[in-house]
């Protein structure tokens, strides 16, 4: 058998080159790139075999050959950046991140978390400590006196759906197929760990040519059970009011038409998940908006009533649920359409475990001829006018003029916006926001990260979705306490010419969490950017803080807008601007009707015993809520 030499960070990135996903008959490099930030702990492993591949393809064309590389500034942001990378190649294509040894790898744990909850690919390669131990402890080694063969890196096995150490040149053959599996594997796929000891990186070894052979790794649409997707069809018929919920698994499966035509044959109202949002067009007439504690009116009264309750790629989260209080019918029942039959089998749901584009197709055949009675049609109809009439009272502004409150930023925005362009967000109060207000216009268009909510996600998040979707109009919407977490990778965008359009909403501290605090009967303690008050709390002057020239520091063109109006021509230049940009503007209350209130509860709990009033309060409209919540069996 012929072999290679070559060293073990050599082989992974020759191995990786030569790695692909295939659907329907698309076929994807799996790892399209890799970022990286070098230390001692990889930059003579992976940095000199990167710059070696680099060296050996330069001017290929050949999308088989070489390793395009990503200079990141900080660790976790790079894990986001990879993770909207691979969400908006609907998982068929990832890229890998590199890191030294110590606070470069630990610092990979929050990212590795939000890929791994989101089911999004992302390969992480951090250096390890000698796996010789030639000198113990070595720079930046976690020392634990009851084992020597941990690292800070055993932090990442709770948060990989995969995780091996490499303390050999040869077990990289079995581990780097291994890993390549899950990432390409729909229902486990998540954040995979290879943790490469650094002399182990630079060890050669004699590698059998058949490791680096090209690789196809098929991505499967399994179909239903047919005794599943009888028991599903006869639930369906047998319903009144049934509504469906639409995932995020609808986006990866690229299930969109398929859910449109369920819906247009059968009439039965759809709505979406944070990550379902887009899987009909806002103006399809079955789509009813966003559902459960941050959704639409529309939908909630839907859910309250419906009899049958069809999830379409959902995990059943407490915001969709309104924490098991929001499907409140006596009787109801669930059908989960799921690849994954951990989630097919919550809510005590009927499964149909398959993909969702080949389950909706399934399930529409059997459901041939079959549609739901005019007077839910016409409760869907009625429901989709009315909130779109709050939509538009909350998005107008009465005075031009004056400061935009957080509903009218993104009314300006809805009016400048095009089907191409696509939306990033993932918390504080935008995602709620969004969720109710936001008029998807495409399928991709709405990218909310809402399963682990991460603040600073958003703007190395629209760095990756502009890498898998090029010349597209991507904006990063965040407010003041989200940038503040992570601006970091803006000096990326400049420094490879990604034109990146980051919206900042400058409202002087955490807004969200103040609203929170409030409802919960904290009292808004804490949550505003403004100076000590001497009593404890900080309700003193606001921080003289200026992230516009923060922005511009970094070497961001910065658009200012102190109006509706200037905001409205601010973002049309933004949009029309091929280089990274910033639009920032503040904003305010009590110019514009605030946007809807939630129309479902959330639960966070309350203090049992207090002696403020405000808590008390609380905690009595929390008792009265939580009364509502149901174990559905």
């Known amino acids: 058998m012929s072999s290679r030499r070559l060293t073990t960070a050599q082989a992974l990135v020759a191995f990786l080159t030569r790695q692909f996903t295939e659907r329907d008959g698309e076929r994807q490099r799996l790892v399209a790139a890799t970022w990286g930030i070098f230390g001692h702990g990889n930059v003579a492993g992976l940095g000199q075999a990167l710059v070696q591949s680099a060296a050996a393809h330069a001017g290929s064309t050949d999308p088989a050959t070489g390793m395009p590389y990503h200079q990141g500034r900080n660790e976790q942001a790079m894990v986001h950046a990879a993770v909207g990378y691979a969400r908006q190649r609907k998982r068929l294509s990832a890229h890998a991140v590199t890191t030294s040894i110590g606070p470069g790898a630990t610092n990979l744990v929050t990212g590795a978390a939000l890929a791994t909850i989101s089911h999004l690919p992302v390969l992480l390669l951090p250096g390890d400590v000698f796996a010789t131990r030639p000198a113990d402890p070595v720079l930046q080694q976690l020392e634990t006196p009851q084992a020597g063969d941990v690292s800070v890196n055993d932090c990442l096995r709770p948060v990989s759906r995969y995780f091996d150490r490499i303390t050999r040149p040869e077990a990289l053959i079995p581990a780097a197929l291994a890993a390549m599996r899950v990432l390409a594997d729909p229902v486990d796929t998540g954040a995979v760990t290879l943790a490469l000891p650094q002399d182990v990186q630079a060890e050669a070894y004699d590698w059998p040519e058949e490791f680096f052979r090209e690789r196809v790794w098929t991505v499967r649409r399994p179909a239903p059970d047919p005794a599943e997707l009888t028991a599903a069809a006869d639930a369906v018929r047998a319903a009144r009011r049934p509504l469906i919920v639409a995932g995020g698994g609808v986006h990866h499966s690229a299930a969109e038409d398929a859910l449109a035509r369920l819906a247009d044959a059968t009439g039965i109202p759809v709505a979406s998940t944070q990550a379902g949002k887009g899987s009909l067009r806002h103006d399809h007439p079955a789509d009813v908006g966003g559902i459960g504690h941050t959704g639409t009116a529309t939908a909630d009264e839907l859910a309250r009533a419906a009899d049958l309750v069809i999830g379409v790629g959902t995990r059943w989260s407490d915001f969709t649920t309104a924490s098991s209080t929001l499907f409140a019918a006596p009787g109801v029942r669930f059908v989960n359409l799921n690849i994954a039959a951990y989630d097919g089998h919550k809510m005590a749901g009927l499964p149909l475990v398959a993909d969702a584009r080949a389950g909706l ?226 904003t305010v209350t009590g110019t514009g009707p605030d946007a809807p209130p939630a129309q479902a509860w959330w639960d966070v709990p309350v203090a049992e015993a207090a002696t403020r009033p405000a808590a008390v309060k609380a905690r009595e409209e929390y008792d009265r809520q939580a009364a509502a919540r149901r174990r559905h069996l």
């Open 361 to 586: 197709d399934a399930l529409a055949g059997a459901l041939a001829g079959y549609r739901v009675d005019d007077a839910l049609r016409a409760a869907r109809d009625e429901g989709k006018a009315r909130w779109e009439r709050r939509v538009d009272a909350v998005y107008e502004a009465a005075d031009p003029g004056a400061a935009p409150t957080q509903p009218q930023v993104l009314g300006a925005l809805d009016s400048v916006v095009g089907d191409d362009d696509i939306l990033i967000n993932a918390a504080g109060s935008l995602p709620g926001d969004l969720h109710k207000l936001w008029r998807a216009r495409s399928r991709d268009q709405y990218h909310v990260e809402y399963a682990y909510s991460c603040m600073g996600y958003e703007i190395p998040a629209a760095i990756g979705v502009s890498l898998a979707a090029p010349g597209r109009p991507v904006w990063a919407l965040v407010g003041d306490g989200t940038y503040l977490m992570m601006p970091t990778e803006i000096v990326t965008a400049v420094q490879e010419g990604i034109g990146i359009k980051v919206v900042i909403l400058q409202n002087h501290g955490y807004a969200s969490i103040g609203g929170l605090s409030e409802s919960v009967g904290a009292e808004r303690f804490a949550t505003a950017y403004r100076y000590p008050d001497g009593d404890g709390g900080y309700t003193g002057a606001p921080l003289p803080v200026d992230l516009a020239a923060n922005a511009a520091s970094l070497g961001m063109r910065v658009l200012r807008a102190a109006s509706v109006r200037e905001l409205r021509e601010a973002l049309a230049s933004a949009r029309a601007y091929e280089g990274p940009v910033c639009v920032y503007v503040e």
